[in-house]
T-cell receptor
Framework: GAVVSQHPSRVICKSGTSVKIECRSL??????MFWYRQFPKKSLMLMAT?????????EQGVEKDKFLINHASLTLSTLTVTSAHPEDSSFYIC??????????FGPGTRLTVL | GDSVTQMEGPVTLSEEACLTI???????????LFWYVQYPGEGLQLLLK?????DKGSNKGFEATYRKETTSFHLEKGSVQVSDSAVYFC????????????FGTGTSLTVIP
């Protein structure tokens, strides 16, 4: 199947700093990518839908100024957590949708904010 | 609204025991149904899927049948192995919501030798 990568896989940062997470579709083009957040022992919660060349669509309760999403090309979407705080510590997972409407998930990024 | 209800865990089984993880769904349209598996520290991997009623998805000895009459998609395996220890997520996807996924809460499975 298609491959989606995320970078970095783990990141530890100080409170108040910003962190950028990349999501790449390695062998297909994805006009739509999704960003999820997973709390410990909980399910995945959709944060936003990222569309190439346009603004992301955020789910209710997700601060768009805090979680900046950019989908500048058909193979790359980035999530920037601005002014991170300990409560932003979580596992962030992206997925990418191919031309046949199938979704493929990345391996996730573990963010720890000290 | 659209949602997935999944059996709560954790589940602990001995090797070679039978596994069933219940999953039921609520959907406004005709969803595709999925089971994903998440091994410790990793992302989600598609385990199996079914796109229409009465379809059976199968992979690695796991099976699930799309039951429209009971709105269910229970995951089953006849003989589990230690390597099956993971968290299992049931999910649905609807084309009329742009293929957005709705996930269950996940069921943690531990298989002991």
């Amino acid at each position: 199947g298609a491959v989606v990568s995320q970078h970095p896989s783990r990141v530890i940062c100080k409170s108040g700093t910003s962190v950028k997470i990349e999501c790449r579709s390695l062998d297909f083009q994805a006009t739509t990518m999704f960003w999820y957040r997973q709390f410990p022992k909980k399910s995945l919660m959709l944060m936003a839908t990222s569309n190439e060349g346009s603004k992301a669509t955020y789910e209710q309760g997700v601060e768009k100024d805090k979680f900046l999403i950019n989908h500048a090309s058909l193979t790359l979407s980035t999530l920037t957590v601005t002014s991170a705080h300990p409560e932003d510590s979580s596992f962030y997972i992206c997925s990418a949708r191919d031309n046949w409407q199938e979704q493929f998930f990345g391996p996730g990024t573990r963010l720890t904010v000290l | 609204g659209d949602s997935v209800t999944q059996m709560e865990g954790p589940v602990t089984l001995s090797e070679e025991a039978c596994l069933t993880i219940n999953c039921t769904y609520t959907a406004t349209g005709y969803p595709s149904l999925f089971w994903y598996v998440q091994y410790p520290g990793e992302g989600l991997q598609l385990l199996l899927k079914a796109t229409k009623a009465d379809d059976k998805g199968s992979n690695k000895g796991f099976e699930a049948t799309y039951r429209k009459e009971t709105t269910s998609f229970h995951l089953e395996k006849g003989s589990v192995q230690v390597s099956d220890s993971a968290v299992y997520f049931c999910a649905l996807s609807l084309t009329n919501t742009g293929n957005q996924f709705y996930f269950g809460t996940g069921t943690s499975l531990t298989v002991i030798p």
